[in-house]
């Protein structure tokens, strides 16, 4: 607009007007770019001049974690080189006051020696190694001494005292029936917590790669010496009672059986309880028991040699005692048995420790057989005994009395009446005999042995010759009549039947001959 207010042509023209402000707004962005790209021109030299130090930062930055992990794994070889002496102290203590230290200790040192193991080029490895391994086989050693140790206190057994029973058998001074003291047997058992402290010690032990060979071994042998131990005490508190009869013999056989019955249940309950699997446990009841049935096996075989009850000095326990034992193992060998046999899973596949499984039943098996044996040949001793006694007997005809070997075998056979049952037990496993032939059997041969002792007595009397062999056998014949009541049917039977007769008849011809011989003496004199 002019002056005195006409406007200009611009002004008036709008067209003009954003013409102008379009060259306005051109010129004012081209100076924007102008600044910035002075900005970028500025940023381009800062950075050129920035990353070099930035690369440098991030150089430092790798090289200082580079020195970190690098202290980090000085610092772990170092703990593990020094851990064996830093854990000595620990294991050689043993785990008796901090068991959750002791096996920390333990396996700080395993690792140990797993990385040292596996960093053999680290410079003085091999000596820290060497140590090391001589700090575990310490440890193992100590480990396994304490739970040795610690299974000593467990399963105590003892004979306790039960209320006392009426035995007719022993009378009192009033005449009634007297008391006999019965007693029980009985084993502590240890609490959950040492059960759970053995465990954890012996899971600990084998978790070093120790063998379990030993440890089964010795934990075996503790075991087994207490039990053997009980038993000696057990004989000492009961004093096998009163032997005077059959019925107090196989009583005290039977108590015995039922406590080696109840000390293998208890050993089985004790071993599943302390090892961690069924393999270990059945091997450690293996190694506990095995040694006491072999050996139990070896006595009952032991006693196959001539019994010390010859017929002149007659000890039926020598005798009668395999017999009773035979027939009372035979009814309680199930229960032996089922005790001893192995676990399921065993049963198809054998452990590594357990590589017989059968093992302990096995040995019943053989307990048993050794016990007929014996029992066989200590019958077949004495009856060999009678005419071995008279043959060697110095003494002569005894003026023609009744000699000592018939009384002893009389009484034999008096006693035998008591264990009639345990005969047919054992005679049932040879279907050659029974018990009436082996009476038979043992009569015929004392009085074939009279004759034989009288027929070589050298010099003396024919006629006293006769009345030995008459005496002897009228007393046997008398004798047989008395047992005649005491035995079974089927004994009796054969006692009049065929025994009897033949005796009769010996008795007859003796008779016959020393009346005759009698009287050629008179005609002579």
């Known amino acids: 607009m002019v002056e005195g207010g006409a406007p200009t042509a611009v002004e008036s023209d709008p067209i003009a007007r954003i013409r102008l402000a379009l060259m306005d707004s051109k010129a004012q962005l081209s100076n924007v770019n102008t600044v910035l790209a002075r900005f970028k021109t500025g940023l381009d030299r800062l950075e050129g001049q920035m990353m070099p130090i930035y690369n440098l930062t991030e150089k430092l930055r790798e090289t200082q974690k580079n020195i970190d992990l690098s202290v980090h794994e000085l610092r772990v070889v170092h703990e593990m080189f020094a851990t064996a002496t830093e854990v000595a102290p620990t294991l050689h203590q043993g785990a008796k006051y901090d068991q959750d230290e002791y096996v920390k200790a333990m396996q700080r040192l395993l690792q140990s020696i797993s990385f040292m193991e596996s960093h053999r080029g680290y410079e003085g490895c091999g000596k820290a190694l060497e140590h090391a391994r001589q700090v575990l086989s310490h440890a193992q050693v100590k480990c396994k001494a304490d739970i040795v140790n610690d299974i000593g206190l467990f399963g105590r057994y003892s004979t306790v005292a039960l209320t006392k029973v009426s035995d007719p058998a022993e009378p009192d001074e009033s005449g009634a029936a007297g008391e006999r003291q019965q007693y029980t047997v009985t084993a502590s058992h240890p609490s959950d917590a040492d059960v759970t402290k053995v465990n954890s010690l012996i899971q600990c032990l084998l978790g070093t790669g120790y063998a379990p060979r030993q440890l089964l071994l010795e934990y075996g042998e503790k075991r087994l010496k207490h039990i053997k131990d009980f038993f000696k005490d057990k004989a000492k508190v009961t004093a096998e009672g009163d032997m005077s009869t059959a019925q107090d013999s196989k009583e005290s056989i039977g108590r015995y059986l039922d406590s080696l019955v109840f000390v293998i249940k208890t050993e089985k309950a004790l071993s599943s309880k302390l090892f961690p699997n069924e393999d270990l446990s059945h091997a450690a009841l293996s190694c506990t028991i095995a040694p006491l049935l072999e050996t139990l096996t070896n006595d009952v075989n032991g006693r196959r040699s001539p019994p010390s009850w010859p017929p002149q000095h007659p000890h039926k326990d020598e005798v009668f005692r395999p017999l009773d034992l035979h027939y009372l193992f035979k009814d309680k060998s199930a229960a032996f048995k089922e005790a001893l046999q192995p676990p399921l899973r065993l049963r198809e596949h054998p452990g ?72 047919e037990c054992l005679l049932k496993l040879d279907q050659t005999t029974n018990v009436a032939y082996f009476i038979d059997s043992i009569v015929m041969k004392l009085l074939d042995s009279i004759q034989a002792k009288a027929h070589a007595t050298k010099g003396g009397r024919d006629d006293l010759r006769a009345l030995f062999t008459l005496n002897n056998v009228v007393y046997v014949s008398q004798s047989l009549k008395q047992l005649g009541g005491d035995v079974q049917t089927v004994v009796t039977a054969a006692l009049q039947q065929t025994i009897q007769p033949k005796v009769a008849a010996l008795g007859d011809k003796a008779l016959h001959e020393f009346l005759q011989l009698r009287w050629r003496r008179c005609l002579v004199e």
């Open 352 to 423: 590594v420790e357990t590589a017989d499984p059968w093992k302990l039943v096995g040995l019943i098996g053989k307990m048993e057989e050794g016990l007929a044996v014996t029992s066989k040949q200590t019958l077949a001793q004495f009856k060999h005994d009678i005419g071995e006694s008279l043959a060697q007997d110095k003494v002569g005809l005894r003026d023609g009395n009744v000699h000592p070997v018939s009384s002893n075998v009389m009484q034999f056979l008096r006693h035998l009446c008591d264990h009639v049952v345990e005969l």
